[in-house]
């Protein structure tokens, strides 16, 4: 067997610029160990190191802390907490209920309270370490789970319901008078993170109360205003800079703000540049991830296993604080619709208050916890009625021109579910497999394979209409060469390579002159955080226009020398070509320079066309949506609940890829990272002490290389963005995370296959061996 | 930091790397090699990911004189070369060796081919974890260069078991670690290296014979042992444990021997676990699995199977398939030597036989342990690089239809790693049927009361390890077929 390479590599419209599958713009440095992240800048003279004294309860008040005993300690400099920070002690990106350091209340163990300053980072953790030690505290009672909050009425923000009746009573009603009724609960759990580079700021003071941060940041605009309010200035005085991450997958939205926060105030009250890099395992214990939820749903369909009416509460672990759990809860009740017309549906998103770290942004933000359940229930109720789960997913699919409008009131008018499906299943092989897998599973009573076909439909937008905005600043200098800046931050998804793509394909210039910077707020203003899967959408459609108003300037200066029109000069292969004339760039360039022509722009883009209303939770809050689909099949053990994925084939809508080999690449390890969250990544917090006790790699498991299937079938729809988005592209972030649903589900598939699919497995997420194999005893001893 | 050396002996430590010999004079006992790389060298291509050799970020290439290393026959050109994790690497681990970093690969005519094909397969996105990745595959390169093999795609997944990406899904990467390949060959000189390797090969201060360690381990009982350090490497890098006086074992080459006399197999403590689990799986091949899935490849190169049976982790899989084959230790303190039953050796969680200055010198199989049907079993999360959840090694040789010999050693099901003498008992003498079967099912109940933690239920220990029973039982019935019924690892 062979890993079989993508296909559609060389879409048709490739240019000079789009469409070509270049590689990273940073490739030949990650290889060589060259690309810089924060840890690798050169550190200044002086510079000092800090680490944070953590909470060692999960509830507490905290009565008193002995402050000096730290400072005591070997190569110590400086010990600060909540009563020193000179402006505020919030770190909240929207509500402002979390605090830097504790405030007398411990919320979760991890939960930092103190900061050290130290020679070395060494002698920093070493006395951070101490924290324990010199913490009086009142414990109080914690609450773990959600589900537990939930029962007590414990939130961080109030609910969030959507609803929509087409029949009066709505879902409830739709739900009594259907042929059949289901009733079931889920649970899904969280994930983290685990970008490779951990959180880290660099802080340098600079003159007139500046401060520089070198932040490893998805929202350096973000971190801008946190510091300013932390240290009681403004925006102006606080300079953000971020070339790369090592990873971000919104754990580096808003999360990153408690460091730039502390290794600020550290560097102001010390006048001395401070580095706060977290090691891995502080990491696990102060920062948030994807969100858990639990889910109760009572489903009423026909017998076509059509739904009718669906009610569902929703109850996510938000964490001691909201952070972004708010527009988590959000997308995910607007993703519970997935691919499929719910005509009457009742919706109630809790988001619970836990003594545990503050969830956050992960890549899909809530939209997978929405859909995934949805998915589960159509698996159900194919059981129910003994139909195959990929025709009951088919007879619920969106319509077109009918039955197409989500429950939040947006039509849904670039529905391709239907070609992609039938694509997908043809190339798939998906009914003879089914098939196979049947008569394998009839002949072995231990081993059983398990095939799922799911498929995703995913809008792009930030659900909060204002974030949809972005700025680009484009150079093209006197020698021809140019730089380009925008307000995204490079995370690995190569939004530099697409921009400078995009830029090169708008001047009719090589690649090559196109050289991408480092996200700085000097540069652009008011960015937003690059997340929703919209960086390159936004970013790429303000670089193109500076871009093209340098384009426009450059073409009337030729005209105005070279004679005829502005509109007729061509800019491609590196050349300009005006009348008879053709120029290489970099002449025209110069000539124009000499000419006083502003050979520099700034570039905006707004999205047009959304609307929301948070209150009645109904508008067109995205743009388009993306789609795409997956058959997974595996061979699960029956004994011991140990799997594996045997083969998958993707089929997936990037619109007119800017670029193929990075939308493949964002396909492939969204796919691979989202079946680590429904498998291997199990996170533990010790029911006692409130302790994350899976809190490094080592106990905290995510694929490696052994686990990306032996046949791995990826390609590109050929499709176009029905919006004008950046040369009808789509976005990809996202999206492609839900495509892993296939592998859940595929192992459900086994698992109900262990009792001649009679029983509808009661399985959680992550599928751990242990949680397969319970739920195989489970069907077994129902059988 | 740590304590410096308390004996008074010099502890210059002098190793290649960048093309010259490196001498630091003072460098701490517990320095890592990767905070020596980053903090104290400022050469910043190697990366920490864990700080705990899980991710792999910070992987290295340690070049070794091949007499100095315990598969002498395995060199590329005269060096020995193993990927290892920088970040639990201690410093004085370095002397007598080459140091080869990311910075290294990039030669005159540009990128080496590990590093040009990850970049045209597209096998970087943020990039964080790539140089690791780069040094393992940079390893991969030159080991089957000089074997003249390619490694396929399930071997390749193998070897970069220990390099967690998080951005690519790893198609890319394993499609670049075959492509490399295809680029013109580009070869290390080892001779210079070689030559600076026999120029530094004197000793750095730390023992360098069987004799010297036994002499400075009974006069110093209070001093730590450190060989490849992958597990006392995170006290100092999670637990910020001061060591105080450490005695390296690493200079120690009879310490590394494996060899086979006199009807037995004898295993030096200080072997690399993958040299020692490659012995063990040469005379039971059904061991290939356990050895694939013991921790990553780094780990196991620098690792010692000694550390892991010393140590004594009720969760280390080391010790549950040498009580399987019913294996001795060989203690040493001074010049007293004695051999020990593994399976009389653990006294409690993490408390062992040994006496003060006592330490593990070998551990020795005899043969006749390998005329048994032997299995090992591993359930973990992941395949690959995790611990335990429960560990099973499963052995029995049948007289006719009856149980002649049985050895059931578990790990992860209590607070050691032990044999069910319970269900051993219930088993020996009696038909290998399925109503025996049954009984020794049950009797694991009555042998352990295992533990609820972040790896699994106590419920669920219990129950895997009775299916596991179940599976060695169905293994042993009808040949091949029964096997292939019971392997999700057969289903095509």
Not at chain 1, 85 to 110: K, M, S, T
Not at chain 2, 404 to 422: E, I, K, S, Y
Request: aromatic share 6%; hydrophobic share 40%.
């Amino acid at each position: 067997m062979t890993a079989t390479a993508p296909r559609h590599l060389e879409p048709p419209h490739a240019s000079a610029g789009v469409g070509t599958p270049r590689p990273h713009e940073s490739a030949h440095l990650h290889v060589a160990g060259t690309a810089t992240y924060i840890d690798d800048i050169p550190e200044l003279a002086g510079t000092l190191h800090a680490a944070l004294g953590l909470s060692p309860v999960a509830h507490g008040r905290l009565r008193s802390m002995d402050l000096a005993k730290i400072r005591a300690l070997p190569g110590v400099v400086d010990v600060f907490c909540a009563a020193d920070i000179p402006g505020h002690n919030d770190c909240g990106p929207i509500l402002h209920d979390d605090p830097i350091l504790a405030d007398g209340e411990l919320r979760h163990v991890g939960q930092p309270v103190f900061a050290v300053v130290a020679r070395t980072r060494g002698d920093a953790r070493r006395a951070a370490a101490r924290a324990r030690e010199v913490l009086d505290i009142e414990p109080l009672e914690p609450v773990l789970t959600q589900r537990e909050a939930h029962a007590r009425g414990q939130y961080v923000i109030p609910a969030i319901h959507l609803a929509r009746d087409t029949v009066e009573g709505g879902a409830r009603a739709a739900i009594a008078a259907a042929p059949h009724r289901l009733a079931g609960a889920l649970e899904v759990g969280g994930q983290e993170q685990f970008y490779l580079e951990g959180q880290i700021s660099y802080a340098v003071p600079a003159e007139d109360d500046g401060m520089k941060l070198h932040c490893s940041t998805q929202h350096p605009s973000e971190m801008q205003h946190l510091v300013a309010h932390a240290l009681g200035l403004k925006s102006h005085h606080v300079h953000v800079e971020c070339r790369r991450m090592g990873g971000g997958f919104g754990g580096k939205e808003s999360q990153s703000g408690l460091f730039a926060c502390v290794a600020a105030i550290a560097a102001r009250r010390t006048g001395r540049p401070v580095k706060l890099r977290l090691d891995r395992d502080d990491d696990f214990l102060i920062t948030g991830r994807r969100h858990c939820f639990s889910y109760d749903y009572e489903v009423g369909f026909d017998d076509a296993g059509r739904v009718l009416g669906l009610a569902m509460t929703l109850i996510s672990r938000a964490g001691h604080s909201a952070d972004l759990s708010g527009p988590v809860m959000t997308r995910a009740l607007c993703h519970v619709d997935n691919a499929y017309w719910l005509p009457d549906v009742e919706l109630h998103g809790f988001s619970a208050k836990t003594n545990t770290q503050s969830n956050t942004a992960f890549r899909g933000f809530g939209g997978p916890q929405g859909a995934i359940v949805t998915e589960v229930i159509l698996d159900s109720i194919a059981r129910r009625l003994q139909l195959d789960a990929l025709d009951v997913r088919r007879a619920n699919y969106y319509g077109i021109g009918e039955r197409d409008t989500t429950p939040y009131g947006q039509p849904v008018r670039d529905n391709i579910l239907d070609p992609l499906t039938d694509a997908l299943v043809a190339s798939s092989g998906y009914r003879a497999r089914r098939e196979a897998a049947a008569a394998f599973n009839a002949r072995s009573p231990w081993i059983k394979r398990g095939l799922a076909f799911t498929p995703v439909k995913f809008g792009i937008s930030f659900n909060v209409r204002h974030l949809n905005q972005a700025g680009a600043l484009v150079h093209v200098y006197v020698d021809g060469s140019i730089l380009v800046n925008h307000g995204g931050t490079e995370m690995g998804q190569g939004i530099n390579t697409k921009v400078a793509q995009v830029v090169a394909h708008e001047l009719g210039v090589a690649y090559g002159r196109v050289r991408a910077t480092a996200t700085d707020t000097q540069k652009i203003a008011n960015t937003s955080a690059t997340a929703a899967s919209t960086g390159a959408d936004l970013n790429g459609k303000a670089a193109q226009a500076a871009a093209l108003t340098i384009r426009k300037r450059l073409a009337d200066f030729a005209a105005r020398t070279f004679g005829g029109v502005a509109a007729d000069v061509v800019f491609e292969n590196d050349t300009v070509r005006v009348q008879d004339t053709v120029l290489p760039f970099p002449d025209l360039v110069r000539r124009a320079y000499e000419d006083r022509v502003q050979l520099w722009s700034d570039g905006f883009y707004a999205t047009p066309g959304l609307r929301w209303d948070p209150k009645a939770t109904k508008g067109r809050p995205f743009y388009y949506f993306s789609y795409g689909a997956a058959v997974s099949e595996v061979a699960v053990d029956t004994l011991t609940g140990e799997w594996r994925l045997l083969r998958a084939d993707v089929l997936h809508d990037v619109g007119r890829s800017l670029n193929p080999a990075i939308d493949v690449g964002q396909i492939e390890g969204a796919f691979i990272q989202g079946m680590g969250w429904l498998t291997t990544e199990e996170l533990v917090w010790h029911p006692k002490t409130g302790l994350l006790t899976t809190h490094a790699p080592s106990t905290y498991k995510i694929p490696t290389a052994n686990d990306c299937p032996p046949v791995f079938n990826v390609a590109l729809f050929d499709n176009e963005n029905v919006e004008d988005s950046i040369h009808r592209s789509k976005a990809v972030g996202e999206p492609p995370l839900l495509l892993a649903f296939s592998v859940f589900l595929a192992i459900r598939d086994a698992v109900s296959a262990a009792a001649g699919h009679r029983i509808d497995p009661p399985l959680r997420a992550p599928a751990t061996p242990e949680a397969i194999l319970a739920a195989i005893d489970a069907v077994r001893a129902r059988d | 930091m740590s304590a410096p050396p308390s004996d008074g002996l010099s502890r210059e430590i002098r190793f290649f790397h960048r093309g010259e010999i490196v001498r630091l004079p003072d460098v701490p006992a517990t320095r890592s090699v990767l905070d020596w790389l980053r903090e104290d060298h400022r050469r910043t291509g190697t990366k920490e990911g864990c700080n705990e050799g899980d991710c792999g970020a910070c992987t290295v290439v340690v070049g070794e004189l091949p007499e100095h290393t315990d598969s002498p026959g395995q060199a590329v050109r005269g060096l020995r070369l193993r990927p290892v994790n920088a970040c639990i690497r201690f410093m004085p681990s370095l002397h007598g060796k080459a140091l080869f970093t990311v910075e290294d690969l990039r030669g005159p005519r540009g990128l080496h081919p590990a590093q040009q094909a990850l970049v045209d397969c597209h096998g970087s996105q943020c990039g964080f974890c790539t140089p690791g990745f780069a040094m393992t595959m940079w390893a991969s390169y030159e080991n089957h260069g000089a074997a003249g093999t390619r490694p396929d795609r399930a071997q390749l997944a193998d070897e970069l078991a220990g390099n967690l990406c998080r951005c690519t899904g790893y198609r890319p990467i394993l499609d670049a670690g075959q492509q490399m390949f295809d680029h013109a060959p580009v070869a290390l000189d080892t001779a210079p290296v070689i030559a600076a390797l026999r120029a530094i090969a004197d000793a750095s201060g730390a023992p360098r014979t069987l004799a010297e360690l036994a002499r400075r381990y009974a006069a110093s009982p209070q001093a730590r042992l450190v060989a490849g350090g992958t597990d006392v490497g995170l006290w100092v890098t999670k637990q910020l444990r001061d060591l105080g006086e450490v005695i390296s074992v690493t200079e120690v080459d009879e310490l590394k021997t494996i060899a086979h006399d006199a009807g037995e197999l004898r295993i030096g403590a200080g072997a690399s676990l993958e040299a020692a689990w490659a012995a063990l799986a040469q005379r039971a091949p059904s061991l290939t699995e356990a050895w694939r899935r013991f921790a990553s490849p780094p780990i196991r190169h620098a690792g010692t199977m000694g550390g892991n049976v010393a140590n004594g982790s009720p969760i280390g899989d080391s010790a549950p398939v040498l009580m399987a084959l019913d294996a001795q230790l060989e203690l040493r303190q001074g010049e007293r030597m004695r051999r020990v039953p593994l399976d009389d050796f653990y006294t409690g969680y993490q408390a062992n036989r040994l006496e003060a200055g006592e330490f593990v010198q070998a551990i020795v199989v005899p043969d006749t342990a390998w005329a048994r049907t032997i299995r090992a079993y591993k359930i973990s999360k992941r395949f690959d690089s995790d611990i335990s959840a429960v560990f099973a090694a499963l052995a029995i040789s049948l007289d006719g239809e009856r149980v002649a010999d049985v050895r059931l050693v578990f790990g992860g099901m209590a607070a050691v790693v032990r044999r069910a003498a319970t269900a051993e008992a219930v088993l020996r003498g009696q038909p290998w049927s399925a109503a025996t079967l049954a009984a020794a099912q049950a009797a694991l109940a009555r042998d352990f009361t295992p533990l609820d933690d972040m790896r699994a239920s106590a419920a669920y220990r219990l129950r895997v390890a009775q299916n596991l029973l179940q599976r060695f039982w169905l293994e042993t019935q009808g040949g091949t077929a029964a096997s292939e019924a019971t392997s999700i690892w057969s289903v095509a």
